[in-house]
């Protein structure tokens, strides 16, 4: 057994330091804690001492955590509840040793770690950026079980525990001090030296800080801690609509444990543990997470170049992509040069660019100054002049192969071969525009989903002539923009829209039928969509989501034919959300149905459930279309862009996920029934689907 935790003793204090000798981070799985219950029953008892320190080895590192992946095997309720206890006990040795107890948090301090912290009597930190103290286990879909429950309300109240427990939200060092979750910060260089110091100084007992009038209200009467407990709970069932059950036990828990010690209470929070971490949604969440880790350093390529940094792009288009690009590398302190034909869209897009920013200065995230230093990293020109010596130059004219190719023609000829090209474009072929230009090695498409700076998802895109190199610096070059990446085969719609575009168009399908635009968007929502299809194709332009299905259509055929209502309501001038009508009218905040829609009445009762199988089956269809084509490899590469490129519900854990939680046979049989009874273009069974399901397989290997 490799020694992940040592004691060290010095000058009368001891020191238990983490360090994981193959990681990078510090976890705490089972062999590390048994590690720690050694070192602390050793200490176990000691006066002599004058404190215990608790401490990383690890830069930038206190300790990140449980280690997900063997949470993920604690699906057996009891073997979930013997965990959660055993941890406990172990954290438990800390808070009865006779000395001062400190943690010593230079880094990441999170979720097991932040609760072995909270077992310490203190807690200092170093300023350093690198420390983010939270709970983030409500993310997972279950809740912390190593005694967070009962501690970290015994530090701060309940009031302000509670959201930290609900939202999983991590905090910096500054915001730790002010919200009492450290005691102390010192600077990172002398932090060893310090904390010792304090340590020393450190009474064994801590001074219980006075509460105020109204938290005592809340927090001690049973009338103050109903309405604080009833709050949470409708908070929580409106923000989750009831599809993560960790909150609601999480405030539970709270409920039950209020006033008993981390002992007394034990059991109820290792029940509340033991019944999540089991469960679909937990499961899916982690599966989920461990699919982030994944695709944060996926290799798309066998290259391994070292990262060079992107100093200076160009961004040729203003529109509202360009314009949101420019303030992305802006933001990342990447000087850009946007170029347009067009002065007012040059002008719109520092508008937009400051006003992004304003949003930062307005919520206290940016101060005025950094505002004015980002925005002058944005320089605009109707000339190519200043693109010459750019890293990338990203392209986002119009959606016209014509004018991309003129475009891409010009860049080839005045750029040296350290420059990529990269094309925004969101369905036209990477192919025809590389092979008019002189270099088209390097170019490649780069897809960022709008809005810019919210959404995560690129998809890089190579063309068959594209080089590794430059598929390897684009990659990087995304990654450092802070987005995940999913490099995709040069297919029209790539993965995210080819597979959301028959989605969108059997929802207009559906409605031709008479389904209301309400009913579709309530099925969609109570699946867990964060906006149903017609909310979204308000959204997105009716104008856009037909054009797209004409490309999609023009690419696949008769499977994907473009839905007729889509080209009325195009043609009626019901636009969307951009002309405050589309499916439905826009006053203030107010949505109302387009009284003008005038839809058939069903000539059947759809219910919600066939509903929402014609609007996921296709997607499913579709999505093992891609993998049999080899449009990205794996089945976690689809669900992993639809859930940051779509909002496919995470707690679902993605698309193809679903599909074989549903099982493939029955996904298949629905698929057979629509194409009996509906169409039988749009539901043919896609091969791929059709073999996995005959021989009982899943599109994740079991
Ligand atoms: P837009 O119409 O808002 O902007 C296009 C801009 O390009 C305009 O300002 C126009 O003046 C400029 N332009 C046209 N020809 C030019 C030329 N030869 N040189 C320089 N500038 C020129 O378009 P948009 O919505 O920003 O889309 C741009 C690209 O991004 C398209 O390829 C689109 O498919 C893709 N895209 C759009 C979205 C979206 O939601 N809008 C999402 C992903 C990708």
């Not at 959660?84 to 948090?105: N, Y």
């Not at 798309?300 to 992509?321: I, S, Y």
């Amino acid at each position: 057994m490799t020694a992940k935790v040592r004691l060290t003793e010095a000058e009368n204090i001891a020191r238990i330091e983490f360090d994981h000798p193959e990681k990078d981070v510090n976890l705490l799985d089972t062999e590390t804690l048994l590690q720690l219950k050694d070192i602390l029953a050793s200490l176990r008892g000691r006066v002599d001492l004058s404190a215990v320190l608790v401490t990383s080895a690890k830069p930038r590192v206190f300790i990140a955590g449980a280690d997900i992946r063997e949470v993920e095997t604690f699906t057996d309720r009891e073997l979930a509840f013997s965990k959660s206890e055993g941890a406990k006990a172990i954290l438990q040795m800390i808070e009865d040793l006779k000395v001062p107890t400190v943690a010593v948090i230079n880094g990441a301090c999170l979720g097991g770690g932040f609760e072995l912290a909270l077992a310490c009597r203190y807690r200092v930190a170093g300023f350093s950026d690198a420390v983010r103290i939270g709970l983030p286990e409500i993310q997972l879909g279950i809740v912390p079980g190593m005694g967070g429950m009962l501690r970290l309300p015994r530090l701060l109240g309940i009031i302000k525990a509670l959201p930290l427990i609900l939202t999983g939200k991590m905090v910096g060092a500054k915001d730790a001090l002010k919200l009492g979750l450290v005691d102390e910060l010192f600077p990172d260089k002398t932090l060893p030296e310090q904390a010792a110091a304090f340590a020393r100084n450190a009474p064994l007992k801590r001074d219980e800080r006075p509460l105020s009038f109204l938290t005592r209200f809340f927090e001690k009467t049973s009338v103050g801690r109903y309405w604080v407990f009833r709050s949470a709970r409708k908070r929580v069932l409106t923000q989750t609509r009831g599809a993560y059950p960790a909150p609601l036990r999480a405030i539970e828990i709270l409920r039950k444990t209020g006033g008993l010690t981390p002992v007394s209470g034990s059991r109820i929070e290792s029940e509340g543990f033991a019944d999540l971490v089991g469960s679909e949604v937990a499961q899916n969440l982690i599966r989920l997470y461990l699919l982030n880790e994944r695709y944060k350093k996926f290799p798309w390529t066998d290259l391994r170049l070292a990262p060079e940094p992107v100093l200076t792009c160009g961004v040729v288009g203003a529109g509202v992509m360009g314009g949101g690009i420019a303030q992305l590398l802006s933001n990342r302190n990447i000087a850009v040069r946007v170029k347009d034909i067009h002065t007012e869209a040059l002008g719109g897009a520092l508008r937009e660019a400051y006003r992004l920013y304003g949003e930062s200065v307005r919520r206290k995230k940016m101060k005025p100054f950094e505002r004015d230093r980002k925005m002058s990293l944005i320089s605009t020109g109707l000339t190519r002049e200043g693109l010459r010596g750019c890293g990338i130059i990203l392209e986002a004219v119009v959606e016209d192969l014509g004018v991309k190719q003129k475009v891409f023609r010009e860049l080839g000829a005045i750029t040296g071969p350290g420059t990529i090209l990269a094309s925004n474009t969101s369905s036209l072929s990477i192919h025809d525009m590389a092979k008019g230009t002189p270099h088209p090695e390097r170019v490649i498409g780069l897809h960022f989903f709008n809005p810019v700076n919210r959404m995560p998802l690129v998809e890089v895109i190579p063309a068959d002539v594209t080089s590794q190199e430059t598929i390897e610096r684009t990659v990087q070059f995304a990654r450092s923009l802070g987005k995940t990446v999913v490099v995709v085969k040069d297919v029209r719609g790539f993965l995210v829209n080819r597979i959301l575009g028959p989605y969108l168009n059997e929802a207009g399908y559906l409605m031709a039928e008479g389904i209301s635009p309400e009913r579709l968007d309530a099925a969609a929502r109570k699946f867990g969509m964060p906006m149903g299809p017609a909310e979204l194709l308000d959204h997105v332009g009716i104008d856009v989501g037909c054009k797209v299905a004409h490309i999609l259509e023009e690419a696949y055929g008769a499977r994907m034919k473009t839905a007729p209502l889509l080209e009325r309501l195009v043609g009626k001038g019901y636009l969307g959300k951009k002309v405050s009508l589309g499916l439905y009218r826009y006053k203030g905040k107010q949505a109302a149905r387009n009284p003008g829609l005038d839809l058939p009445k069903p000539a059947r009762v759809l219910p919600e459930e066939e509903v929402l199988k014609r609007l996921l089956s296709v997607m499913v269809n579709e999505a093992s279309r891609c993998l049999d084509e080899k449009v990205v490899a794996e089945a976690g590469a689809v669900d992993i862009g639809m859930i940051i490129g779509t909002g496919f519900p995470p707690f679902r854990a993605g698309l193809l996920r679903y599909a074989d939680h549903t099982g493939l046979k029955k996904i298949v049989e629905d698929l057979e029934r629509f194409a009996a009874s509906v169409d039988r273009e749009r539901f043919t069974v896609a091969p791929l689907l059709a073999r996995l399901a005959a021989n009982g397989q899943t599109f994740y290997p079991s």
